[in-house]
């Protein structure tokens, strides 16, 4: 079954350092996600993505990050000089259409801010 | 204000019983509804999707949406222990509960 590629699956970082998060959506998925998960806390929307560029962001999707899609493959999310409160599970998810039948989620990757 | 909200359990049933989890939505304008699993240390995994109202069975597993009360609920049928695990209920697009603990005891 196809499924959505995350990588790192653990990332430790010091505050103020770039990271990026990878992601590989389904190959035949036009819209792609970010969620952010706070240890405990509810799934919290980030960002939509489809035709390059950005369909919608929430409130937490400030200047501090960015996302792309450098090539055919990829889905990336960059958050600049990270923050504690950063730390995280983040996720990607991608969908055929805009949603109506539902997200596939990637395992995950765990962002720690130290 | 709140989008989508889950009574945040956590709920506890024995084995072979039925589930029920709620969740209500604020958004009149939402077209359809999601029910996905999340294990601990797990990413959320879809269940079930619905959009018209009324029931929507898949196994053990029942669906209902009421538009008129903007509530969404699910049924999970002779609860097994695998079961164990937060349900989350998000609407499109992407807008999730803080999501309801089950727990199935043996």
């Known amino acids: 079954e196809p499924e959505v590629t995350q990588t790192p699956s653990h990332q430790v970082t010091q505050m103020g350092q770039e990271v990026i998060l990878r992601c590989v959506p389904i190959s035949n998925h036009l819209y792609f996600y970010w969620y952010r998960q706070i240890l405990g806390q509810k799934v919290e929307f980030l960002v939509s993505f489809y035709n390059n560029e950005i369909s919608e962001k929430s409130e937490i999707f400030d200047d501090q990050f960015s996302v792309e899609r ?14 504690l409160e950063d730390s995280a599970m983040y996720f990607c998810a991608s969908s055929l259409d805009r949603g109506s039948y539902g997200y596939t ?10 | 204000q709140k989008e989508v909200e889950q009574n945040s359990g956590p709920l506890s049933v024995p084995e072979g019983a039925i589930a029920s989890l ?6 009149r304008g ?6 996905y ?4 240390g797990k990413s959320p995994e879809l269940i079930m999707f619905i959009y018209s109202n009324g029931d929507k069975e898949d196994g053990r597993f ?11 609920s699910l049924l999970i049928r ?3 222990p695998s079961d164990s695990a937060t349900y989350l209920c998000a609407r499109s697009p992407g807008r999730f509960g803080a999501g309801t603990r089950l727990t199935v005891k043996p």
């Open chain 2, 37 to 40: 699993r999340q294990y601990s």
């Open chain 2, 62 to 72: 029942t669906a209902q949406l009421n538009k008129a009360s903007q509530y969404v």
């Open chain 1, 70 to 83: 450098p090539d055919g493959s990829n889905f990336t999310l960059k958050i600049r000089s990270t923050k």
């Open chain 2, 30 to 35: 939402s077209q359809s509804f999601f029910w």
């Open chain 1, 105 to 114: 989620f990637g395992s995950g990757t765990r962002l720690t801010v130290v």
């Open chain 2, 22 to 27: 709620n969740c209500t939505y604020s958004d």
């Open chain 2, 78 to 80: 002779d609860s097994q």
